[in-house]
């Protein structure tokens, strides 16, 4: 399919254990953004790349959480030492052009449980 | 900073019934605002966007939403649900670089 694509659909760790979130955005979409969705709320900005560039990581919630997309494609969200707090659904999304009128769409999650 | 606020965290309705899922957001000089619907266990499913022109915007599956500047606020409205609406229910508005989300409406349809 020509959507975005997340992997691992789910995700069990320990608490303390470093996790790996891949996302590949649509070809050609130049924007890539991560959001954490925890139960039952609506989705957080997390961070955006603009191509391969980190422009805004305003809303990691601590420096554990690190992101990249070293050749402005594929984008990884890493998350080290991990507490239960991290339990949460996260959504990768693409848009074609770095402008707010641009829609954004999103991958299917993943759902990340720390026991 | 935006914000937006969703003022009903679920909905129940009858099939076939109209609903309005309601939307209110912080002002700004120039605003874009979306709807997302989430089906469980998926992903956000653009439905409609207001750029700017026309305050009645139609988006897919039947849904269409106004843009009232004076109330801030980007209404959702169905004439006529299904089922197959039953869903969570988004309001965002842009800001900058990122989106901004509401908490959700849950929308139930019953039969």
């Known amino acids: 399919g020509a959507g975005v694509s997340q992997s691992p659909r789910y995700k069990v760790a320990k608490r303390g254990q470093d996790v790996a979130l891949r996302c590949d955005p649509i070809?050609?979409?130049?924007?890539l953004f991560w959001y954490q969705q925890a139960l039952g709320q609506g989705p957080e900005f997390l961070t955006y790349?603009?191509?391969?560039?980190?422009?805004?990581k305003s809303g990691l919630p601590s420096d554990r959480f690190f992101a990249e997309r070293p050749e402005g494609s594929v984008s990884t969200l890493k998350i080290q030492r991990t507490q239960q707090e991290d339990s949460a659904v996260y959504l990768c999304?693409?848009?074609?052009?770095?402008?707010?009128?641009?829609?954004?769409?999103f991958g299917d999650g993943t759902r990340l449980s720390i026991l | 900073a935006q914000s937006v606020t969703q003022l009903d965290s679920q909905v129940p309705v009858f099939e076939e019934a109209p609903v309005e899922l309601r939307c209110n957001y912080s002002?700004?000089?120039?605003?874009?605002l979306f709807w997302y619907v989430q089906y469980p266990n998926q992903g956000l499913q653009l439905l409609l966007k207001?750029?700017?022109?026309?305050?009645l915007v139609k988006g897919i599956n039947g849904f269409e939403a106004e843009f009232n500047k004076s109330q801030t606020s980007f209404h959702l409205r169905k004439p006529s649900v299904h089922i197959s609406d039953t869903a969570e229910y988004f309001c965002?508005?842009?800001?900058?670089?990122?989106?901004?989300f509401g908490t959700g409406t849950r929308l139930q349809v019953f039969p």
């Open positions: 070809s050609g979409h130049v924007s």
């Open positions: 965002a508005v842009s800001d900058t670089d990122k989106l901004i």
């Open positions: 999304a693409s848009s074609l052009e770095p402008l707010g009128n641009q829609p954004q769409h």
């Open positions: 207001y750029l700017s022109g026309s305050t």
């Open positions: 002002s700004s000089v120039s605003v874009y």
């Open positions: 790349f603009q191509n391969e560039a980190q422009l805004d």
